[in-house]
């Protein structure tokens, strides 16, 4: 009989939080998780599931525009928000359901309450007016928008939480930011007939991809339609005309819009939950500070997901409470593999990456080959559409290997799933040569690039 009320407590039930728990219960211990808005967290809830209904919304217009070339005609098409955002939510209710069904069923008391640290043993649940106390308590809190303070009237913009319940369309929207939520938000906006300003203080949307990635996504964003400003910022939000905004930028320039989605990043969920108080480190942006085995300053205080700040994703937080659950709880010792996962982008149209970019790999290796292609998809030539297809691969030119496949153009995100099993298994460029292509595809482009790239100088 442990002295606790719990062998686990855990703050948080996205999903990390959940896999820890439902993971740590099936092993046999005493499961607690507290949550305080809605089980399944910012994914489920609030992010990559609810954004990607919005993306197939989005696609559709273009579907449409697209099928005229191959004999469609579509008079009369409409777009409803409403519709739409009530299915939406509809799904959402049901996968919140299965989480917690899950949840139960694996054995695990859920509460529906803030939880804050009393000590390193006990969690106050504020909606309850009472202490529990566990053995081993897992910080799974996730994270939530950033906007910047500093910025007057910041607070008459939006951020992704707000989007996804929106009572209705704006018909102009600035979006602030370079990063994943900007680009595929301004996408969302521009699909579903939004006329959309994307202000970013950068030189290149998604610095942190490969740089040819960064140029096709800025370029089919202004194809679409999509005016990209970049280096500038907001210098202050004014409410003007009624109920819009007036962005008064830093390059001396204002724009005129129904709504401003701030996109600036996010950041780890840590505030007021008591962490301090029990000496749990946290670093500068405020992330719990942990080891390899997600284990935090405090001995019996680990903390799984985008609380870390490690690699914000699904199912880099999934995999982290997995292999807590295995290391607490199984007796196994396991740490989380971060090399060649694979990211996506749900742009219009998508990104697909996995390994390094070529400004890493030339960094880190000695002789770096470049396979590159640019190209329009079949489907477009009778569409219409000048849309464009990028691949890349990074090759270790002593190994062969390839350690990096970039992808921007329909099916990327799909592609790079397959891509990625094989360049986590170490492939040669040889072994993609030997392939034979599945024609007519886009993705036989990946196994018939044989001219390395050579830069005009
Ligand atoms: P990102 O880190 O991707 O992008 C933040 C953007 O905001 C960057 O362009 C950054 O500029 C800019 N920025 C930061 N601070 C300021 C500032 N003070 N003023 C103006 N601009 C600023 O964050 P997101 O919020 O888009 O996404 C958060 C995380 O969520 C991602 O890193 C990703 O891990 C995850 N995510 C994943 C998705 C997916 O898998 N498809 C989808 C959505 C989110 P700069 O580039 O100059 O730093």
Known sequence: MTEFDYDLFTIGAGSGGVRAS??????GAKVGVAEEYRVGGTCVIRGCVPKKFLVYASEFGRGFNDAKGYGWSANGVSFNWNTLIENKDNEIDRLNGIYIRNLKNAGADIFQSRATLKDEHTVHLEAEGRDVTAGKILVATGGAPWTDSSIPGHDLGVTSNDAFHLDK?????????????????????????CDVCLVYRGEDILRYFDTDISVQVHSELKRQGIRVVTQTKFEKIEQFDGDNKRVHLTNGTHIDTNMVFWAVGRKPATDGIGLENVGVALDQKGAVKVDEYSKSSVDNI??????????????????????????????????????????????????????????EARHEFKNIDIYKTNFRAMKNMLSGSEERVLMKLVVDGDSDRVIGCHIVGDGAAEMIQCVAIAVKAGVTKQQFDETVALHPTIAEELVTMREKYTPRI
């Open 22 to 27: 439902r993971l740590a219960a099936n092993y």
């Open 302 to 359: 680990y903390a799984v997901g985008d609380v870390t700040d490690r690699i914000a994703l699904t199912p880099v937080a999934i995999r982290e409470g997995a292999a807590f659950a295995e290391t607490c709880f199984n007796n196994n010792p396991t740490k989380m593999d971060y090399t060649f996962i694979p990211k996506a982008v749900f742009s219009q149209p998508p990104v697909g990456t996995v390994g390094y970019a070529e400004h």
């Open 169 to 193: 369309l704006p018909k102009h929207v600035v979006v602030a930011g370079g990063g994943y939520i900007a680009i595929e938000f301004a996408c969302i906006f521009k699909g579903l007939g």
